[in-house]
């Protein structure tokens, strides 16, 4: 689904990408560590892209819902 051309409410991004902000720094820092015992390669990874989708979800969503 290709929508580049929706432009979200004035606000909706700093409201929506808060908590993937907060996010960031603990996949950072798993990273840096390269802490394989807790988090193998393969499902930090799968967690990674599922935090990503839903957020970008949530966004899309979100800025859909404030057009109407």
Not at 10 to 20: E, I, M, T
Not at 28 to 41: G, H
């Amino acid at each position: 689904m290709h929508v580049d051309h929706v432009t979200p409410a004035r606000g909706s991004w700093s409201v929506s990408s808060a908590p993937l902000q907060s996010h960031a720094p603990l996949f950072t820092d798993a990273f840096a560590k390269a802490n394989t015992t807790m988090f193998p390669p393969i499902d930090h990874h799968k967690t990674n892209l599922f935090f990503f989708f839903s957020f970008f979800f949530q966004l899309l969503l979100f800025s859909l819902g404030s057009l109407l």
